[in-house]
């Protein structure tokens, strides 16, 4: 061979040479970045962002309910204050409050949701010159909270009810009021404090409209599946007795209307007016129709007649209801939040969860009744919840009985428009999703049961990492 084809042929395997040296650095940088690597552990994708998914009236109003809506969402979104002079507010605030109006705490992603990500009890606290103490437990970035003591102050006798974090004290509209604020860190030495976060109250009215029967009859489907993965589950109601609803599935009547209860953390509230009239006394302080008295009647901080949110007699129109009544009708026209489109992993992420069982309590869907308000009815709800309570274990039970929950009970959280919450479980005690679905897996003790959900967590655990990535995927795009 000539001296320059030896030449050429050294220069080529030389290039050669280079050219795999080269796709090995490349390679060596990019596994020590990671990229290639199998994913090993499972992560939240965290919240989406984009357009809110919810915040839109249902299909087939008419104008005049329309107009209701409009006008439930401006009263939803209005603050109150003590006697109503502080501009764009009405009067009835206090004399207790954990917050100054509906729509402060149920504002993710949009109004009828819950806690956003900054939160507003901070300006509430002191608005209007109040001199309020930020209480322990809350942080700017963290979720809007109520507290509730399990217990009375001796410990001896249940208590469970909501201690509102703050007062009208030192108000400019609340002169010559004077009262405190709980003690929430005796509270909390005792191991007496536990918390709430508002729910979001989306798709309302078609959980309304969910009839009896088709909660029930879920209840008694795929009753072997369920006994496998130690579930049981029933509605919130009492007896005539005062028994509890069977693990059985068989129903016992109300002392009142024999009818299944379904809205709060723990299904404690039969409707949504209820529901609104509630929040509106306990949550804000204002006294309504349906909750007419003063939680706290200290001389000097009533400033109202009771009570403070009526019935609008020399109105008319959209004008003529009170403020519970039109956050009832707000709520009741609300639509379910709506996912995101499918891709491949969420596709499969939905398959794995009806798989591992998930959907054994978190039911897809219902279909609701025949409703006086055509846009409600034969309406398939995509709620993701049975309705039903179901022991949790230690690790979420919060000490409080409401109704016929007990304090390790709680209703299926619905999943609709998880993808765009900051705060999870009852408490809001994470942001990960991950912690939140591990934290359902707790063992009972000599006063709580097992969580019925440790058989679908423990196999959750068993799963691939992708497996486990798609169904947080799948998740996400609720």
Request: aromatic share 8%; with cysteine.
């Amino acid at each position: 061979m000539s001296q320059k084809a030896n030449t050429l042929r050294s220069s080529k395997l030389e290039s050669i040479s280079r050219f795999r040296f080269f796709l090995l650095s490349v390679f060596v940088v990019l596994f020590a970045k990671g990229i290639g690597k199998a994913q090993t552990v499972v992560s939240d994708p965290g919240a989406r962002t984009g357009p809110a998914g919810a915040g839109r009236a249902i299909a087939g109003l008419s104008d005049s309910q329309k107009a209701f809506f409009a006008a439930g969402l401006a009263q939803f979104v209005e603050n109150q204050s003590v006697t109503g002079t502080v501009a764009s507010t009405s009067a009835g605030l206090g004399p207790r409050f954990n917050g100054e109006g509906c729509g402060q705490c149920h504002s993710q992603p949009s109004f009828g949701g819950t806690s956003p990500a900054t939160n507003p009890q901070f300006a509430a606290a002191v608005d209007q010159g109040a001199t309020n103490t930020i209480p322990f437990f809350l942080t700017i970035g963290g979720p809007v909270r109520e507290a509730r003591f399990p217990l009375t102050a001796d410990g001896r006798q249940p208590d469970g009810s909501v201690h509102d974090l703050f007062t009208i004290t030192g108000r400019s509209d609340a002169k010559g009021c004077k009262i405190a604020q709980p003690d929430f860190q005796l509270a909390a030495n005792a191991g007496n404090l536990v918390f709430r976060i508002p729910t979001p109250v989306f798709g309302g009215g078609l959980i309304e409209s969910i009839t009896d029967s088709a909660i029930l009859s879920n209840m008694n489907a795929n009753r072997a599946a369920k006994q496998h993965m130690g579930i049981g589950g029933r509605p919130n109601y009492k007896d005539s007795r005062g028994g509890q609803g069977a693990v059985s599935g068989v129903p016992n009547t109300s002392g009142n209307d024999a009818t299944i209860t379904r809205f709060g953390w723990k299904a404690q509230n039969k409707s949504l007016a209820i529901f609104a009239g509630e929040a509106y006394n306990v949550e804000v302080g204002v006294t309504n129709e349906m909750f007419p008295n003063e939680r706290d009647e200290t001389p000097g901080c009533l400033f109202n007649g009771t009570p403070e949110d009526a019935t609008n007699f020399d109105q008319s129109g959209t004008n003529l209801p009170s403020d519970v009544e039109l956050f009832t009708i707000f709520m009741r026209f609300l639509d379910q939040p709506r996912p995101a489109p499918a891709t491949a992993s969420t596709t499969h992420g939905q398959q794995v969860f009806t798989q591992l069982g998930c959907a054994l309590c978190h039911t897809p869907s219902f279909t609701t009744g025949q409703s006086s308000v055509a846009g409600l009815s034969n309406v398939k709800v995509n709620l993701f919840s049975d309705l039903l309570l179901h022991h949790m274990g230690p690790r979420l039970a919060d000490g409080v009985s409401q109704g016929a929950a007990g304090g390790d009970e709680f209703r299926t959280a619905p999943l609709w428009g998880l993808g765009q919450r900051i705060f999870f479980l009852h408490d809001g005690r994470t942001t990960d999703l991950v912690k939140a679905v591990l934290s359902h897996q707790s063992v009972g003790n000599s006063q709580t049961a097992d969580s019925e959900a440790n058989g679908v967590i423990e196999t959750f655990k068993r799963l691939t990492v992708q497996d486990q990535q798609d169904l947080l995927n799948f998740l996400r795009s609720l």
